[in-house]
């Protein structure tokens, strides 16, 4: 079902670029090219603009800095150093990419940098690079004159021939933003955007994903602004790097829709229909408050985006057959990693941590813990409010760096990789507090960590999505946003997410509170489960009965140390354990 | 190598031109540090109050006092009902941003339309005045406008500091639920802030109705500087906004008097970025 | 009855996190809720506070219904609360900290008296009394917020975990605080993890677990029982 649908797609697709391809052909107007060339300039700048901005998150208010280098590469190319027209399209937008990919080099790895932050670098980027340009010989000042550029004819005129070009990298950017959007490296932008951090500890290597993005977007918007340096053949810094040149993409795709590869293009053909079907003047500028107003009439009512509301009643009238197949989980046995899974192994210490010290700004949160998990096994780790727990599953899966001592793991040392890299080795975790991520449905929350823990490709992934959807008792709800679930579901949504990634080491952080009895039982009996298939399980809890039933062996922490180790029975009757939980006097 | 006395002059433009840079920055810095907003529109109301003052005074003779006293109650007025359309739709930082980023090009393409994208200048008998000290000048209006601006922020500076609703609104900004719990009710200071904010913008409006030459586009060229002035200060902090206008004003008049005028926004974004960048910890 | 409360239940998203809990605070009273991390302590005394909205139940305080009062009101009915965390304003010093613990314009008044009453109560908190309350140690951040909340001058004081994250000697001394507290005649409603602190200076003392109160009693009837154990260390 899903092929036929993508097969109709294309051809719609074909047909469309056909009919755009014979225009010029016909004896079409001049004026009327112009107009459809705007349309695909703002079609491929918005859609652009999305791939970095909608997909990732990362809002850029510096898309005329890019557009503006591609405009003065191909103007100075061309005019100072002769070169033909066509050649200067590449460096345009090779340049500008590898501007953006340097600015994105400086930024993304400063996490503090996102939101309002990021969009005030760009902004401010902008502001510079023009700047730089009016003031050396690239403008001068004065503008340049591309009158006098030799054009290659398509269709008989260079009008024809800018609108072909415009055409192209409309198409083009289309492509590539359907190509993100269909990809593992769009469901890692989309996990990005919901939240950074989570994605990085499911194995999305977040920093090349956001350079990637960055630099298909700035490279787009590069090219695309050497093709409207011929159009305007007279360039000036102000009208370059101009304020709507920022404005107008971040209008379209807001009125589109940011995460849909196609919303953009949607948005461009109306608010360019809106703002070029008035004449220049005193009524221009009005359109232009008008497309205003437009924008905060849909961020305050269509937060989403026109497109996805169009999708949902496109969906809501289209016959069956083309409605996304329902993946029903078929009834597959769980699949462990064969490979690592040799039955001597267990008890073999898969996880070692060597006296590990982690400080926040003065308070060290772990005072040198040393403990080995050993394969096979589950492990209790518990202990009251701030003694450590938290920190050392967030250290161990590479969200902090350790500050002194080693983590090893099945012989590797971990303490210095980044997150994505330790969940490829296999340790995933959940979180107490549920964080899935939002925009994405149940089943491609699950696909994505398949896809970046376990290494399956898309479609393997979703299969297997599905296959740990039904494991944990979700199918029915694959097709649903994480908000719209319960408690209850979301813990177990967080549950098979950690089993997506087919882990050695599976670490659960508080998966049984709030559940009621019968949940908590049937979440125990799904733990024993998964450990007898072959993996560790490290266990963060506070229901202590839960944790005396099911654990091997249980840790004690208490102010980041690890101050008793064994079996329940001879730990939690401890002298030094029960002092901790149930406290000693101090009052006289 | 420039003379001393144009270095001397250009500190003293400098100085004061930071302190009208302090004045637009101050509704910015309070509302985005302690309402978590981001208001670009900022800049277009200042325009806004800018033009009308102008068009009051040139086309009726009205005097800038008597407009100023006008727009900044109808501001404070407005700055209320932004904060309520934000409040009723539970707007995010992110989209605070886009909105008045939005109401900021409404009111370019109003001006735009109304008074076109032509330069305005208000000129009166005394704007031009300037007090000389040896060979300095120090334009009255330019000197009055810093005052204005160094008393508002001190006096705001000491309102969030030793009154009850100042400290209240300081509190509610670091931990809004912990602060109802004492009977801080945060709705209603919200609402006192934004508003406050809008008015600051009107002050500077008239002021800069004054002194500047307007035109419907100035608003975006104040996005950038008055940004980094809103970082160096500390969100939040007006006292900061003052200084960081100040710092900037230097450090653009002394670009203008050693290199080259138009060289000068490359300075402020450039602190801005390089800011954010390296985020020392002063900010 | 000081406070009362019948029935009460609260939920996050759907889930409830307490129910059905009935519970009461004599004037002048010390009751200790204990039970184990998760069980619903704080939730119940956040929404005293107000922080948190009831699904259902009653909640009275000195005969005023307070179950749907805004959160900004409920301090006028005399409640003060010290959050688990301390949850200070970090930003401010730690005399403004105290201050806006009198915000309320009744307690304003007294905000001299309070004052010195806060800074007798925590002689080291007058030294510091400048400082930028985020730069304290925890011992003193836990002070600042104790004081805070005496300046609203309570009838009923609710602690959140007073002795988390602190040195065994600075708990001694915070319990001594909260002792000298009582003396004065404010009642105090106190959820502890460390039991035994707990139940020292309680007057009587519920226990909590996994959402509802299992057991109430005498602090020693309670100890005596293996019920405790049983929610602490699963045994």
């Not at chain 1, 004896?27 to 703002?42: E, K, M, N, R, S």
């Not at chain 1, 920093?207 to 000036?236: D, E, N, Q």
């Not at chain 1, 209850?488 to 559940?515: I, N, Q, T, W, Y």
């Amino acid at each position: 079902m899903d092929l036929r649908r993508g097969r109709i797609g294309v051809i719609a697709a074909l047909i469309v670029l056909a009919i755009f391809i014979a225009i010029p052909a016909t004896d079409v107007t001049p004026f009327y090219l112009a107009f459809l060339y705007l349309i695909f300039f703002w079609i491929s700048m918005a859609t652009s603009w999305t791939i970095l901005s909608g997909f990732a998150g990362y809002w850029s208010f510096g898309h005329a800095a890019f557009f503006g280098t591609g405009v003065y590469t191909a103007a100075t190319l061309a005019t100072k150093f002769g070169w033909p027209f066509l050649a200067t399209l590449p460096a345009a937008g090779l340049l500008a990419a590898a501007l953006g990919t340097g600015v994105g080099w400086l930024v993304f790895r400063l996490q503090r940098l996102r939101g309002e932050f990021f969009a005030l670098i760009t902004i401010s980027l902008t502001f510079v690079i023009a700047a730089i340009v009016s003031n050396t010989d690239i403008d001068g000042g004065s503008g340049v004159y591309l009158i006098s550029v030799q054009m290659p004819e398509f269709f008989g005129s260079p009008d024809g021939t800018i609108y072909t070009l415009g055409l192209v990298f409309a198409a083009l950017s289309l492509m590539i933003a359907w190509w993100v959007y269909r990809s593992r490296m769009g469901l890692g932008l989309f996990a990005i955007h919901d939240d950074e951090d989570v994605a990085e500890v499911k194995g999305v290597p977040t920093f090349r994903y956001k350079l990637g993005a960055i630099a298909l977007s700035s490279g787009i918007a590069g090219a695309v602004g050497g093709v409207y340096s011929i159009y305007v053949s007279y360039v000036t810094v102000g009208e370059t790097f101009e304020i709507t040149v920022i404005m107008y993409p971040v209008v379209m795709s807001i009125f589109g829709g940011s995460r849909h590869w196609l919303g953009p293009a949607l948005g461009a053909v109306v608010v360019t229909v809106a703002l070029y079907g008035f004449p220049a003047g005193p009524e221009a500028a009005l359109a232009r408050g008008g497309v205003a107003l437009g924008l905060i009439l849909v961020v305050l009512l269509l937060p989403q985006g026109v497109m996805p509301s169009v999708i949902r009643g496109w969906r809501a009238v289209a016959p069956r057959s083309l409605v996304p197949p329902r993946l029903l989980p078929e009834p597959l046995v769980p699949a462990p990693r064969t490979d690592e899974l040799a039955a001597d192994d267990r008890g073999v210490p898969v996880l070692e941590c060597r006296d590990v010290v982690k400080t926040f700004g003065g308070v060290q949160a772990l005072k040198g813990v040393t403990l080995d998990v050993r394969q096979g096994e589950i492990l209790g780790l518990v202990g009251p409010n701030g003694s450590g727990k938290s920190t050392l599953i967030n250290v161990i899966t590479g969200h902090f760096r350790i500050d002194r001592g080693s983590i090893t793991f099945a012989g590797q040392p971990i303490g210095d990789l980044p997150a994505h890299r330790v969940a490829r080795l296999g340790i995933a975790r959940s979180y107490q507090i549920p964080r899935p991520f939002n925009h994405l449905t149940v089943l491609d929350n699950v696909a994505l960590a398949a896809s970046f823990g376990d290494g399956h490709g898309e479609t393997e992934a979703r299969r297997m999505a599905a296959h740990w959807l039904g494991y944990t008792g979700l199918a029915r709800k694959a097709f649903d946003l994480p908000p719209q679930l319960n408690l209850h579901e979301r813990k177990f949504l967080e549950l098979a997410r950690g089993l997506a990634a087919r882990p050695r080491v599976l670490m659960l952080d508080e998966v049984l509170s709030g559940l009621n009895n019968t949940e908590i039982d049937e979440a125990l009996t799904l733990m024993r489960d998964i450990r007898d298939r072959g993996t560790t399980i490290i266990f963060v809890e506070h229901l202590m009965r839960a944790v005396v039933a099911l654990s091997d062996r249980v840790a004690v922490l208490n102010n980041g140390t690890l101050i008793a180790l064994g079996t329940p029975g001879e730990t939690m009757s401890n002298r030094e354990v029960e002092r901790v939980y149930l406290g000693t006097a101090h009052a006289s | 190598m420039p003379s001393v006395a144009l270095l001397d002059q250009a500190l003293i433009t400098g100085i004061l031109t930071g302190g009208l840079y302090g004045l637009l920055a101050l509704g910015l810095s309070l509302s985005w540090g302690l309402l978590r907003l981001v208001n670009i529109g900022h800049f277009a109301i200042a325009l806004l109050g800018a033009y009308l003052t102008w068009w009051m005074g040139t086309s009726f003779g009205i005097a800038p006092w008597w407009t100023g006293i006008v727009i900044v109650l109808a501001f404070f007025v407005y700055g209320i009902a932004l904060h309520w359309v934000f409040m009723r739709f539970g707007i995010t930082e992110m989209q605070s941003m886009l909105i008045t980023f939005a109401l900021a090009v409404i009111v370019e393409s109003i001006l735009q339309f109304l008074w076109t994208a032509d330069f305005r200048r208000y000129d009166t008998a005394w704007g031009t005045q300037s007090w000389v000290i040896g060979a300095l000048y120090v334009p009255k209006l330019s000197f009055i406008a810093f005052v204005v601006a160094a008393l508002l922020a001190g006096g705001t500076w000491a309102w969030l500091r030793y009154t009850y609703v100042g400290r209240a609104l300081r509190a509610c900004a670091e931990d809004a639920p912990i602060a109802a719990a004492f009977g801080i009710n945060h709705r209603g200071l919200s609402f006192l802030l934004s508003g406050l904010c809008a008015a600051y913008a009107g002050v500077a409006g008239v002021f800069i109705a004054l002194i500047a030459t307007l035109a419907p586009s100035q608003i975006w060229a104040w996005v950038g500087i008055v940004f980094a002035v809103v970082i160096i200060g500390r969100l939040g902090n007006p006292l900061g906004a003052l200084m960081g206008g100040i710092l900037i004003g230097l450090c653009e008049a002394l670009t203008m008097a050693i290199v080259n005028p138009s060289w000068a926004p490359l300075v402020s974004f450039s602190v801005l970025i390089a800011l954010l960048l390296f985020k020392p910890r002063w900010i | 009855m000081l406070l009362e409360i019948e029935d009460l239940a609260v939920g996050y998203g759907g889930a409830p996190a307490i129910w059905d809990i009935a519970l009461q605070v004599d004037e002048r009273e010390v009751v200790s809720v204990i039970g184990p991390n998760g069980a619903g302590k704080s939730t119940l005394i956040n929404t005293i506070a107000g922080l948190l909205r009831a699904e259902r139940g009653r909640l009275r305080l000195g005969g005023a219904d307070l179950i749907a009062v805004p959160a900004h009101q409920v301090c006028r009915h005399g409640v003060a609360l010290v959050p688990e965390g301390r949850r200070l304003f970090a930003g401010m010093t730690v005399e403004e900290n105290l201050e806006i613990g009198c915000f309320r314009p009744e307690a304003r008044k007294d905000r001299a008296k309070s004052l010195e009453r806060v800074y007798g109560l925590f002689p080291a908190l007058y030294e510091k009394r400048q400082q930028l309350s985020g730069t304290l140690s925890g011992g003193q951040q836990q002070m600042v917020a104790i004081g805070r909340a005496m300046m609203a001058e309570p009838r009923l004081l609710l602690l959140d975990e007073p002795s988390l994250g602190l040195a065994p000697a600075v708990v001694g001394e915070m319990f001594r605080a909260i002792t000298a507290i009582q003396a004065e005649g404010v009642a105090i409603l106190l959820v502890e993890q460390n039991v035994a602190q707990a139940m020292e200076i309680a007057d009587r003392a519920y226990v909590l677990e996994e959402g509802r109160i299992v057991a109430a009693g005498l602090p020693a009837e309670l100890l005596s029982q293996s019920r405790i154990k049983e929610a602490y260390l699963g045994l």
